[in-house]
Structure formats: structure tokens, C-alpha cells
């Protein structure tokens, strides 16, 4: 099968929470970029790790905050709330994955500054296997000519993507 998608992070966050929006996203359809959704989290973004870098571009990604912590690079996932949190941990486990196959050895570090809370993320053999089961999957996914049909989840109250499902 011939692929014509690019997996990125915020696609494997959204199919894990929501299939629908991983399918728009991957069709470059999204929210208004002044959707207050996306406002509360590019504002906090903004506010904390001032003295990190930020939105770095890598192999396809952007990732959201790197610095070098006890001579390993750390990579920060940067959310607004634990909501969504294992896929927030799989979002980051792929960015390590990709580190990992441009011979990169990286860290992760889940951070929800709103709810002072961090979750140290690592990269195991087990995760490898599952990322590269989860981008098949996606890509397998992605490759259908429609969307999924919208479901009424918990992540639809703050879900930016509400209008293409719920107008």
C-alpha cells in the first residue's frame, strides 16, 4: 500500500483520543487558530520553561521543549491538563522513537505546569514494537476516503475540533 501520510505526534495523540480529528488533522483540516482551546495552551506554553528551547523542528515533528538534563537530552511534552494523558505519553514515546532511529538517545518528560505535575517517559524495546504497531495502524487508518462517523466521548466538552462533528 502506498502511503501519502506523514504520522506525526499530534496525530498519534488525537487517534488515540479520537480517530475523527486524527483524520482531519491528517487532512490539514483543523479549528480557526484563535480558537480559545488552542489559545489557553499556545498562552501556557508561552508562559513556563521561559529558558528552554522551544517548538523545535526534527525529522518531521515539532517538538515541544528539549534542554540537556545530567548530559542526556530531555524532550518536554507540553500539556494544559492530565486529561489525556496516556495519549500524551504516547505522543511522546514516538517523539523519542524518532529520536531513537536518527541514532538519538533522549528522554521524555510529560509536563501539565497549570497542575504542577511531571512524568519522567522512557523509551523501552516494548515501546519500539508498539510504536511501529501504532504507526501502521495509523497509516492504515488514514488511508480510508472518509471519516469516521462522530462519537459523543468525554474529550468532545473542550475538543477545538467540535464543529466538524457537532454543528
Avoid at 25 to 54: A, C, M, T, V
Avoid at 73 to 82: C, T
Avoid at 94 to 106: E, G
Wanted: net charge positive; with cysteine; aromatic share 12%.
Amino acid at each position: 500500500m502506498e502511503n501519502f501520510f506523514d504520522v506525526k505526534g499530534s496525530i498519534v495523540q488525537a487517534y488515540i483520543v479520537c480517530k475523527r480529528q486524527a483524520w482531519l488533522l491528517s487532512r490539514n483540516i483543523g479549528p480557526s487558530p484563535d480558537n480559545p482551546f488552542l489559545e489557553i495552551g499556545k498562552l501556557i506554553s508561552q508562559e513556563y520553561y521561559k529558558h528552554d528551547k522551544k517548538e523545535v523542528y526534527f525529522d518531521g515533528v515539532v517538538l515541544d521543549l528539549i534542554r540537556h538534563e545530567n548530559e542526556v537530552l530531555l524532550v518536554g511534552e507540553i500539556k494544559k491538563s492530565s486529561r489525556s494523558k496516556n495519549a500524551a505519553m504516547t505522543q511522546l514515546k514516538f517523539y523519542l522513537y524518532k529520536l531513537f532511529k536518527n541514532n538519538i538517545n533522549a528522554r521524555g518528560k510529560l509536563l501539565i505546569p497549570e497542575e504542577k505535575k511531571t512524568f519522567d517517559v522512557v523509551l523501552s524495546f516494548d515501546d519500539i514494537r508498539d510504536i511501529e504497531s501504532l504507526i501502521e495502524e495509523i497509516l492504515e487508518f488514514l488511508s480510508r476516503s472518509s471519516p469516521p462517523e462522530p462519537q459523543k466521548i468525554k474529550a468532545c466538552s473542550k475538543c477545538s475540533y467540535k464543529e466538524f462533528c457537532w454543528a
